[in-house]
């Protein structure tokens, strides 16, 4: 059944289709076991306050397109499908700039990378070196500067960026979906070094977000991490966390698709169909434990914890020392639960239907809950203190804060 359940789940995902009444082939009675579960009463221990929310532009049509928002100083940047940029001021939702990204290509460029069935931004935002990254359906990185919107570079890549680009030490890292990683001078945009691993023939579509810290930390389709050395993009660790099984290109797949946690030189990674893993990256990637898991959004972490979403919407703490496990539910089962992320005591995850989940980091236990946006929740939210920041898939980004 755990095969099944993964199989079904890997069809959700390959095809973006929140619920499960495109899996009628499978029978009634498997179907049973996908629907997603109803949500129940709770007792709000904590008030989720609307402060503001803003139009960006048209949501994705790609449904593996999750626009996250960045934050810089006083400033939040977000990014639609649509192409269009927006900088706000994160207190009051004012807009200081906004800037389609079309407006960057010439006729010609536009007619052929962009069309009215094509999501132009393919990934994003990214924030760092006074820049605003997103990736473009044009096969590009752009970058726009904070402080007024206007363009400093554009950047050729391999393939289509959908994770957001980083940015740190007058560095620019991007990850492609045909297994490469880039690094651009951030004043320039010149390409400085390509790292490349081995794709296998069916992926997930999505890629990892690299972290960039003493190193660059990225994870493959083929189940591999690589961290790479900053200036010239040399691993100095590569690591498997998972193997393919199976004997079909479904059941082989291993993707590490989801966010990271980097704490220290402490690395905690998911794959697809494969292993939750802990490794130590000042020890050569030596994996200090392993658990079997599956998991397409990844982890967040908090409270010693390391959060896992399940590729069928299970959440589980799990204690980062040992991999033991703290806490689990399966009250969001087959609800397509976005990357869990901490925030104050609590940890929050959108859903499929708009819902915003925060539960307890102590024991699991479900301590508020609000609708967002009623197209859904993709994304992963980003935090400020109190203060949460989502982009829906309607293409508007809310601010709420926890009282």
């Not at 802990?278 to 434990?289: E, F, H, K, V």
Request: aromatic content about 6%; hydrophobic content about 40%; some cysteine.
């Amino acid at each position: 059944m755990r095969q099944f359940r993964n199989l079904v789940c890997l069809v959700a995902l390959t095809l973006v289709v929140s619920g499960c009444s495109i899996f009628n082939w499978f029978g009634d009675d498997e179907e049973e076991t996908r629907v997603p579960n109803d949500l129940q009463a709770i007792s709000e221990e904590i008030q989720l306050d609307r402060l503001w929310s803003v139009n960006v532009g048209r949501g994705a049509e790609d449904k593996a397109i999750k626009l996250v928002p960045g934050l810089s100083g006083s400033r939040v940047f977000a990014a639609a499908a649509d192409g269009s940029v927006k900088a706000m001021d994160s207190g009051s939702g004012r807009e200081i700039w906004k800037i389609n990204i079309e407006s960057l290509y010439t006729k010609q460029e536009r007619k052929i990378a962009f069309s009215d069935s094509t999501d132009t931004i393919t990934g994003g935002v990214g924030v760092g070196e006074d820049l605003v990254l997103v990736g473009s359906a044009a096969g590009e990185v752009v970058a726009l500067n904070q402080s007024d919107g206007t363009l400093a570079w554009k950047s050729r890549t391999t393939s289509e960026v959908l994770a957001p680009p980083q940015a740190t030490g007058q560095m620019v890292v991007a990850q492609t979906i045909d297994g490469k990683v880039a690094g651009f001078d951030a004043l320039d945009g010149e390409r400085r070094w390509l790292y490349s691993t081995s794709v296998p023939s069916l992926t997930l579509r999505g890629t990892s977000t690299p972290i960039i810290g003493d190193l660059v930390v990225v994870g493959f389709a083929n189940g591999r991490i690589s961290a790479l050395d900053k200036s010239r993009g040399l691993a100095v660790v590569d690591r498997r966390i998972a193997a393919a099984k199976g004997k079909s290109d479904l059941e082989r797949l291993v993707d590490i698709d989801g966010l990271m946690v980097l704490e220290g030189t402490q690395l905690y990674a998911a794959s697809y169909q494969g292993n939750l893993v802990a490794l130590d990256l000042s020890q050569r990637g030596r994996i200090r434990w392993a658990q079997e898991a599956s998991s397409a959004v990844g982890l967040g972490s908090g409270f010693g914890n390391v959060y896992l979403a399940g590729e069928d919407s299970g959440l589980e703490a799990i204690d980062g020392d040992n991999g033991r496990e703290v806490w689990q539910t399966d009250a969001l089962l087959y609800r397509d639960i976005t990357t869990p992320v901490a925030v104050g005591s609590y940890v929050a995850v959108g859903d499929f239907e708009g819902y915003l989940h925060l539960i307890a980091q102590s024991d699991g236990r479900f301590v508020g809950r609000r609708v967002i946006d009623k197209k859904g929740i993709n994304s992963p939210v980003v935090v400020d203190g109190r203060r949460i920041y989502i982009m829906g898939n309607s293409g508007r980004l809310s601010a709420l804060e926890i009282r």
